[in-house]
């Protein structure tokens, strides 16, 4: 498949990829949150759902406009495409394209698109991980979570081979490499928990094996499954979102910490971001170059 067939998918907004490989991971909280915090920040946000069987993104983001209705409140909200859900019918590929096609054109003015993938494997979470700039990847602290990206030996707990969502991640930078090089960012999302984590050294090793960056993640609080109904985030204050509170007296500031993970995540909105991505953008424009997909994009 040529990179020309792709050229209207791959436009002038960053397009970050959630995504684990893994059900539970907290996928959906980490995508809306992530784009709330970017609408916060000025951005024009984009959101996409390729669960369309599922729609958990699709879900949050409805509840967030009728949460905002019913309290009659002012609430950012991102422009949302979902691809419909499958009905229980195998779509061809042609056709899981063509409404990948129309869901992006929908979205292209926007400075950034957050996609949340479904845990399985499959042509459209493919091919969003080729056309990914950012992808992201919430991780529990969890061996079994580590699996995905790679497996450990159960004695010395040493990193011994690499995982399905690893190496699918993998193809899909190689492809991008070959247009774009060097601006394809995998980041790992390591959830805190209470104490030292228990991945912590094999899940080290694992990034300097597969290559990726870990950034620090959030910890776990019973009010994200209460704002989800809502379809609030942390970044939404308590009087605008006509709440008392978020949070009870835990001495967690969630708020602050959803804001170091951003900026760790190195997202172009800010002036040298703008200017790295307006850079990368015309180089793609002027190439003139195959993009050989199949082996990424062909089912297995």
Known sequence: MEYGAFRTLRSSP??????SGKGGSGKTTLAMHLAVGLLKAGQKVGTLDLDGDQGGLTHYVENRRIWANWRSIELGHPLHRKIPPSNGMDRTEAEQLDAFEQAAAALEQCDLVVVDTPPCDGYLVR??????????????DSFL?????GPTDPVTHGIIGTGS??????????????????????????NRTV?????????AEAGLRIGFRIVSGCSEHVA???????GLTVFDSSDEAGLES????????????????????RLPINERGLRRAAAQTEWVRRKDLSLPTDELLDER
């Open 145 to 149: 979570d580590l699996c995905a990206l």
């Open 127 to 140: 091919l969003a991980h080729m056309l990914a700039d950012t992808v992201v990847t919430p991780l529990q």
């Open 224 to 230: 994200y499954r209460q704002l989800f109904p809502l």
């Open 14 to 19: 960053h397009i970050l990829v959630v995504s």
């Open 165 to 190: 969502h690893a190496a699918m991640v993998e193809l899909a930078r190689r492809a991008r490499g070959r247009v774009d090089p060097g601006f394809f960012d995998w980041v790992v999302l390591a």
């Open 246 to 265: 978020h949070f009870g007296r835990d001495g967690i500031d969630p708020q602050r910490e959803w804001r170091v993970l951003m900026d760790a995540l």
């Open 195 to 203: 104490g030292e984590s228990v991945i912590k050294n094999s899940l």
